[in-house]
């Protein structure tokens, strides 16, 4: 379980496919980061919750199957790509995003983005089945990220735009600094909405 607030950010040092899968390799930006985690356990990379397999001077290394590479952009990263980072939460922390799983509903694709003077607005599109997922300044988890959805902006029959704010602390640690038009991003949408959504029957 995570919160969406990411704790770092890693650059992928190698990447290494294995039949249907591949073995990523990545380096965080703090160098003490991975001293409280050992081999098992999980973290979110890009929200995608995975299991690290190794650790050795500062890198760690995690296996991405067929399955999570189908619905995930983690499948887009290259050497040299910069992921976002959280570690689970623990019981005694506040949570200071929302409740993120870390499993990945759908991939969208940077759609605008706009620079401010002191801050950025990032539009992302993404299929429109999801629609019921999303409220106006709802909860949604991009990369790992916990945000707001500051408007709904369009809505068509195959798609729907949505913007966030992004104000200049989650822009410079978080590998939005990166993004460009058309880049592929993972979303989770709201856990409790899904839920509300399953019990009226409106989703499977």
Known sequence: ???????????????????????????????????DRKKGDSIAINGACMTIENIKDNKFEFTTVNESLSKTNLGDLIKGSFVNLEKPMKMHESLDGHIVQGHVDATGKVFKVKQLKDSWEFYFEFPAKF??????????SINGISLTIAEIVKETPKSIVIKVAIIPHTYSATNFQYLKLGDRINLEFDMLGKFVMRILGKIK
Do not use: A, Q
């Open 1 to 35: 379980m995570f919160t969406g607030i990411v704790t770092d950010t890693g650059k992928v040092v190698e990447t290494t496919p294995r039949g249907d899968s591949i073995k990523f390799t990545i380096s965080p930006s703090k160098k003490n980061y991975l001293k």
């Open 131 to 140: 629609r019921k997922n999303i409220i106006y300044v709802g909860s949604i």
